[in-house]
């Protein structure tokens, strides 16, 4: 905290840190944002245990909860952090997940992105009175801004889901025929269904007008092969204005010497 106290504009330091890339950098710079410093978020969670019946598809209810909360400690420190520099928003996050050699049980959560202050005050932060989160990259948030859109908030849902086994003359029936599994489709749908709506519910607590840079992940972890934790995640976003202009593109021919 200290640290970011002297990062804050005004204080005796102009020093910036930023895991933006160059060209990243210099387009939210285009944007009207400065970067202030890089902050992060962490939280070791040990993730509970949980039993599901063999034949039947089911969400494990205990894990999508540690799956959620882990992930949001780790987006509420981050954006502490962010809070400190006096910051408008938070760009290029990245939510990562580890599980440590030291618990087979224990997994770290980090959320890590660039805190941005806006070169003009405006009204930036979400209507919880947190700084904007934004998975995007830098391209992409250019690109939004310019064409009269902002960032609200990064936005997901978990769902973490037991598939049912085949029983064994169901397995035996199959062999060497073309026949879909509906067990295996029915319980795939309803998880991603579950993790959609529940990545939808947030946006629409933060009054979003819509959810760009959907990623809808399958994520095994270490739980074998018919568990498995369903993750959807994208940029919750509003307009800053009636008319939006979106730019078009310019073929660009570079020069070549003969």
């Not at 801004?145 to 990064?154: E, K, N, S, T």
């Not at 062999?175 to 795939?188: D, K, M, R, S």
């Amino acid at each position: 905290m200290r640290r970011l106290a002297e990062m804050r504009p005004g204080q005796k330091t102009t020093l910036f840190t930023s895991d933006l890339s160059v060209n990243e950098f210099l387009l939210v710079r285009e944007a009207g944002f400065r970067p202030l410093g890089l902050v992060l978020g962490s939280s070791i969670y040990h993730v509970g245990f949980q039993v599901g019946r063999w034949s039947k598809n089911q969400e494990l209810g205990t894990l999508s909860q540690a799956m959620y909360h882990a992930r949001e400690l780790a987006m509420s420190r981050m954006e502490a952090e962010a809070d400190v520099l006096g910051a408008d928003g938070i760009v290029g996050v990245r939510l990562e997940i580890e599980f440590k050699e030291f618990g087979n049980d224990l997994a770290e959560f980090v959320a890590v992105g660039t805190a941005v202050k806006a070169d003009e005050p405006g009204n930036w932060r979400n209507n919880t009175g947190q700084p904007f989160t934004s998975d995007l990259n830098g391209q992409d948030f250019w690109t939004l801004v310019q064409a009269g859109y902002a960032p609200l908030g990064m936005v997901m849902g978990s769902c973490v889901y037991h598939i049912a086994h085949q029983r064994f003359w169901q397995a035996v029936g199959n062999i060497g025929q073309n026949v879909e599994v509906p067990q295996f489709t029915e319980a795939l749908y309803d998880a991603r269904e579950l993790a959609m709506s529940r990545m939808q519910a947030e946006a629409e607590a933060l009054e979003a007008e819509g959810i760009v840079g959907v990623q809808l992940l399958s994520l095994p972890h270490h739980w074998g092969g018919h568990t498995t934790e369903f993750f959807a995640i994208g940029t919750a976003i509003r307009p800053l204005r009636e008319d939006h202009i979106i730019s078009k593109p310019q073929l660009v021919l570079p020069l070549v010497d003969s």
